[in-house]
């Protein structure tokens, strides 16, 4: 054989390795997109693309990551996600930058250690005159789907056996039909440093199944829009006047009924963003991490004045499957998942690096595939090697057309090759893929001055869905960076599917997350966006 790779390296399937309890829809959408699950016994550890799980990764697993792998989590993502870790940092942005950008969580006090605020708190609101009855809700901090919750009016009812918070509970939540509901907003964190958040267009609105009543406190089914809790409930099954049947609908959904009474959702969608933007900053900077990405699960309630409130921020947000509004949304947010992480459909680092090992071919190291880099830290690439990566994806129908234009494009480097006899297949994979940038493109780029949204169309989703190098695509992939490493010059893609890029948000906060975050300039901008939406 004339070259060293065959076109069946070429197309080696990328590699999927999931941990216990990961949710089958993974699996199911990584081989509807052509991927192959990791084999323990006959590949190596090196050998695949994509690792996910629902607890963390040990240290170890971020220190040895390849420039071809990702990992679902970043290293202390949980500062966001445990409640009373979350509370001590919003409080402290509060105290930092003031309580009118931060009001945006109801108080809250971690217990036992804030008992004593927590009483005066109480004793103040009880005491004012005139005012509406407050009520309070109590939360173990390290649970989840709606255990051990409790919500209270007088303080002798509160009692506890862990660690909890106890948060100022929002009494005149929005209801539909008497309904109270919440959002289960999806949020992907592309990268912490520099910052890139995602938040998901599409996203799963949560009925509690009992009509809200502050007389029945203890009525879980009314109070609380879990859906482990309301699934179990007597009235799940059951057809809910405004509602239907069932405790869920969807975003687009919920966003035709706002229209339809005269709801301005773009500017509830806007201070949403906000909240995400906010929360993120809080837990920034993270350790300094490759290759990783989280998918969290923010839960916005929105009061009767169309203000919104964080309740809480979800690691690894509920993947399972309970109805058919599930599917639509869980299984398409896992594709655009594996869209934004812009994986090439052509592996060519792993294939350099591990191609013919366990047959016993010769081992290519993966830097001198792409750029010599003996040197550099595993999971970080120069910009050098980021341009010699090729960025698209595409599922089934894709590979096969790509397979017909693999064996046409072999055949004619066969032919090439006798003329040009160092001109490999891969090489020239590797040129087509390395086309210059159009001018007129950059110049377009450099006038984008407001990211989210800029310079999108549906030509441009149309591309990801190629991916053999085209001019357009060559065009594409040097406005498509692997965000998810540093790399100055770059600038994230501003949509990919429905996930929309909302940080950075213009051409000052993505200087400011850069070279570390510079959180105080970053809080100025929002300011300035904040003084136009409320
Ligand atoms: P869990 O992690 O157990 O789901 P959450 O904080 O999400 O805990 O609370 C569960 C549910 O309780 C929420 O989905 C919401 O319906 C309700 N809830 C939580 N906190 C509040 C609050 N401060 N005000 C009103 N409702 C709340």
Redesign the pocket.
């Known amino acids: 054989m004339a070259d060293d790779y065959d076109t069946r390296d070429i197309l080696r399937p990328l590699v999927f390795r999931l941990h216990e309890n990961v949710p089958e829809i993974v699996r199911e959408v990584l081989l509807e997109r052509g991927w192959t699950e990791f084999d323990k016994e006959e590949q190596d550890d090196a050998d695949w693309n994509l690792y996910w799980r629902n607890s963390p990764f040990r240290m170890t697993d971020h220190h040895s990551i390849k420039p071809w792998q990702r990992l679902n989590h970043y290293p202390e993502a949980v500062r966001i996600t445990r ?1 009373d870790y979350l509370a001590r940092h919003l409080k402290r942005m509060k105290g930092a930058y003031g309580s009118a950008l931060y009001e945006f969580s ?1 108080v809250a006090f971690i217990m036992p250690n804030d008992y004593v605020k927590f009483i005066a708190e109480y004793s103040k609101e009880k005491q004012s005159v005139g005012r509406r009855p407050s009520y309070w ?1 109590c ?1 173990p901090v390290d ?5 051990g ?1 409790l919500i209270f009016q007088d303080i002798k009812d509160l009692v506890y056996d862990c660690a909890v918070i106890v ?5 005149n ?1 929005l209801l539909i039909s008497g309904y ?1 509901l ?1 959002l289960r907003l999806y949020v992907c964190v592309t990268s912490f440093c520099p910052l890139t958040i995602y938040t998901y267009e599409e996203g799963l609105v ?1 009925f ?1 199944t009992e009509k809200f009543d502050l007389g029945s406190l203890d009525n879980i089914c009314a ?4 859906t482990s809790i309301n699934k179990c409930g007597a009235s799940y099954e059951k057809y809910k006047e405004g509602i239907g049947c069932g405790c869920k609908w969807t975003f687009s959904k919920f966003r035709s009924y706002l229209r339809i009474f005269g709801i301005d959702d773009m500017l509830l969608w806007q201070k949403i963003n906000n909240i995400v933007i906010l929360t993120l900053l809080a837990v920034t900077p993270l350790p300094v991490a490759s290759n990783c990405f989280e998918l969290f699960g923010f ?1 916005i ?1 929105i009061d009767d004045k169309f203000k919104p ?1 964080l ?2 921020v ?1 690691y690894n947000p509920g993947l399972c499957l309970d109805c058919s509004i599930d599917d639509t949304v869980k299984r398409k947010l896992l594709h655009d998942i594996v869209e934004l992480l812009n994986y090439k459909q052509i592996d060519t680092f792993r294939r350099t690096q591990v191609a013919g090992t366990k047959a016993g071919r010769r081992r290519v190291p993966w830097s001198t595939a792409g750029e010599g880099a003996a040197g550099d830290a595993p999971g970080l690439l120069t910009r050098r090697k980021v341009a010699k990566c090729p960025s698209a994806s595409s599922v089934q129908p894709a590979l096969q057309a790509a397979r017909e234009s693999i064996r046409k494009v072999a055949t004619l480097t066969k032919k090439s090759a006798r003329v040009h006899p160092r001109k490999t297949l891969t090489s020239q994979l590797w040129e087509r893929m390395n086309m210059p940038k159009i001018p007129s493109q950059a110049e377009a780029e450099s006038k984008n001055k407001r990211i989210p949204g800029a310079g999108h169309s549906p030509h441009k989703s149309a591309q990801l869905n190629h991916w053999l190098p085209t001019p357009d695509f060559c065009n594409y992939k040097l406005t498509t960076r692997p965000y998810f490493l540093s790399d100055k010059d770059q600038r994230p893609i501003p949509r990919v599917g429905d996930f929309v890029l909302i940080f950075p948000f213009n051409e000052a906060a993505l200087q400011a997350s850069r070279d570390g975050t510079d959180v105080k300039s970053i809080i100025k901008e929002i300011k300035k966006l904040h003084s136009t939406c409320t």
């Not at 649970?143 to 255990?147: E, V």
């Not at 109070?223 to 879990?226: A, V």
């Open positions: 409640k109801p809700i939360k649970l989840s789907r709606g255990r919750i948060q100022k509970y929002i009494s939540p109270k919440d949560r509690a109070h609380l829009t879990n839960d309630l409130w309740l809480e979800n």
